[in-house]
């Protein structure tokens, strides 16, 4: 089963404006990673933050992460149509030896022109 | 810096046949994992390999296997072919223990069985 469900499924913007998505997950965390994936492509890292950190900015990034609610959120700020995308986040699992990720079901995000 | 590299980013097999992909880390990453991703089942683990030896696996048939070499790069097996094999196959390498640095994904294979 999936560690982490993601909200919406799908979004629909205008360029400029904000997108938010968000990411719910069941047991405790070592970290919070988001990534980015274009059509079908490799995924691209775009932040991660620490059980222990609450927010983290990258550029037009910023990410918030609430332990207590076993949630956390992406916000881009003034989208552009590059920034379409599907976004997904992933966890890495306290209880969990190595690197295993588990990864929610994703955002699609359509930024229109 | 060099990225991930898999090979080839795109096969196309016949059911009952047999797979080999191949994944080149980042060097100096020493943990490799892979992932299937579906549009029905999303991305799923498959299994990890640190310093040649298999540290995680998923819920995945014995068909599935893989293999990690002493210079890091790992190849993963698929025998006997199903039509639901069909999928993105993407490979990540990480430098750290336990999840605690990112992981970098690969472009992946897109593997198609007909």
């Known amino acids: 089963s999936q560690q982490g469900e993601e909200d919406p499924q799908a979004l629909s913007i205008q360029e400029g404006e904000n997108a938010t998505m968000n990411c719910s997950y069941k047991?405790?965390?070592?970290?919070l990673q988001w990534y980015r994936q274009n059509s079908g492509r490799g995924l691209v890292h775009l932040i991660l933050?620490?059980?222990?950190?609450r927010e983290k900015h990258s550029g037009r990034l910023r990410v918030t992460l609430d332990t207590s609610k076993k949630s956390s959120s992406l916000l881009i700020t003034a989208s552009r149509a590059a920034d379409t995308a599907s976004y997904f986040c992933?966890?890495?699992?306290?209880?969990?030896?190595?690197?295993?990720?588990?990864f929610g079901g994703g955002t699609r995000v359509l930024v229109k022109p | 810096k060099a990225g991930v590299t898999q090979t080839p980013r795109y096969l196309i097999k016949t059911r009952g046949q047999q797979v080999t992909l191949s994944c080149s880390p980042i060097?100096?990453?020493?943990?490799v994992s892979w992932y299937q991703q579906t549009p029905g089942q999303g991305l799923q683990f498959l299994f990890e390999?640190?310093?040649?030896?298999?540290?995680n696996k998923g819920n995945f048939p014995g068909r599935f296997s893989g293999r990690q070499f002493s210079n890091s790069r790992s190849e993963m097996n698929v025998s006997t072919l199903e039509l639901g094999d069909s999928a993105l196959y993407l490979c990540?390498?990480?430098?750290?223990?336990?999840?605690?640095?990112?992981?970098?994904f690969g472009q992946g294979t897109r593997l198609t069985v007909v």
């Open positions: 990540a390498s990480s430098l750290g223990d336990r999840a605690t640095t990112e992981a970098f």
């Open positions: 047991t405790s965390i070592n970290n």
């Open positions: 933050i620490r059980s222990n950190e």
């Open positions: 992933a966890t890495g699992l306290i209880k969990a030896a190595g690197n295993k990720l588990t």
């Open positions: 060097s100096g990453h020493r943990s």
């Open positions: 390999y640190f310093s040649e030896t298999q540290r």
